[in-house]
């Protein structure tokens, strides 16, 4: 079969303006990395300026240090455990079992360990359950030949906006998720990063503020920044100088920006554990200047102080609707596809196109082929059932 000029097409039609907020990694595409009106996923780029910005930014020696990849090649970055409705789980006896969610969780003596299973530090353990979306997340894991211990655990639903309870910590010292932050390999292959990152500072106030739900400062300081804080690159950064990669990372620092969730090293912002990542790009970011940060104040997006939801968002799908095809497509990968952003229209031809929040949907008359591309991957869904592949490559019955 010769379908290779449509799929081509289609790849090209799929602007990555679409590109879903908090897109679903590939290990598992149908969920989402929390909603798209997630405070995580919001645009933060017309913010104002926080009224602290320049104090906190003195307190964590913005004018004296470089931003810094806190990631890379095994083993340093942040592992994560793709896990199904088939593992085993088990329960954990946590340090503060008060603020930690009971489980069971599914981890064992092969789930991944940061810094791997004889390190020190945090030792953190994340697991991504693909089937329920549900993601696991432990602080000082370890095994002990099936006697698990953890100083904290926490269970978050990627469908919701729902906060842990104020107070209470999670994996990270902020009480917030740790794997919705983490730069990751194949977001930048994609080029497009619709999230905020994940990073550090050594002081901080013993304060919180929305969407962080716990602190761990040193000591009550207005200076210091307190956890949740939200920092963005200036507009005003001259990024002509980087690689097409290092300006996709510059791009998401400028709307996205970075959430303050732990104590440790000043602007060391973290990403996912990849054998991909390489020393090229990784330089590059490290020539970023701290000082090119601000704080904004993301006050003005909570609706609920027990929520992650953003102020006056409109859910994507309020004013359209999916169907037939598109709607098994959908159901199959919710998290790719995402909401909806216009009900589906028809072209002279009789074929179907129906933009979404994670990119373009079309169904092929001649032969009733349904396929969706993200501008990275396309999913068909055909006499061969549903497969992907990358934009870059081709499936095997396609011809040359």
């Known amino acids: 079969m010769r379908l290779l000029p449509w799929l081509a097409a289609l790849a090209l039609l799929a602007a990555p303006a679409h590109a879903l907020a908090g897109s679903a990694p590939s290990e598992a595409p149908g969920c989402p990395i929390f909603p798209a009106d997630n405070v995580w996923n919001a645009d933060v780029a017309s913010l104002p300026v926080h009224p602290s910005s320049a104090q906190w930014l003195a307190s964590a020696n913005a004018g004296t240090t470089l931003l810094h990849p806190d990631f890379g090649r095994p083993p340093y970055g942040m592992p994560w455990t793709v896990t199904d409705q088939a593992h085993s789980l088990v329960s954990i006896a946590f340090d503060y079992a008060a603020e930690s969610d009971p489980g069971p969780y599914p981890f064992d003596g092969s789930t991944s360990i940061e810094g791997g299973q004889n390190a020190d530090g945090d030792r953190h353990a994340i697991m991504l359950d693909r089937d329920s979306c549900r993601l696991y997340e432990l602080y000082a894991a370890r095994w002990n030949g099936g006697r698990p211990t953890a100083g904290s655990g926490a269970i978050f639903d990627l469908t919701s906006d729902a906060l842990r309870p104020s107070t209470w910590t999670s994996a990270d010292a902020a009480g917030l998720a740790i794997f919705p932050g983490l730069l990751r390999y194949d977001e930048v292959l994609a080029g497009a990063i619709t999230h905020a990152i994940r990073f550090t500072v050594r002081q901080t106030d013993r304060s919180f503020i929305w969407p962080a739900r716990h602190q761990a400062g040193a000591r009550q300081d207005p200076s210091l920044p307190p956890m949740g804080a939200r920092f963005r690159l200036k507009a005003t950064f001259d990024a002509s ?160």
């Open 241 to 400: 100088a980087y690689s097409p990669r290092a300006r996709t990372v510059i791009t998401a620092l400028q709307h996205y920006g970075l959430i303050l969730a732990d104590n440790g090293s000043d602007w060391f912002f973290q990403g996912t554990e990849d054998a991909r990542w390489d020393d090229g790009l990784l330089d590059e970011l490290k020539r970023i200047r701290a000082a090119q940060f601000e704080a904004v104040d993301e006050s003005s997006l909570m609706a609920d102080p027990n929520s992650a939801a953003v102020k006056g968002a409109t859910a994507a799908g309020s004013s359209c609707a999916y169907v037939l095809g598109f709607r098994t497509l959908h159901d199959a990968l919710p998290g790719a596809i995402g909401g909806c952003l216009d009900n589906q229209a028809f072209a002279a031809n009789g074929d179907a196109l129906q933009h979404a929040t994670g990119g373009l949907l079309v169904w092929r008359k001649t032969d009733n082929w349904t396929a969706f591309t993200d501008g990275y991957r396309t999913w068909v869904n055909g006499p061969f059932g549903l497969q992907q592949r990358l934009n870059t490559d081709r499936f095997s019955w396609e011809g040359g």
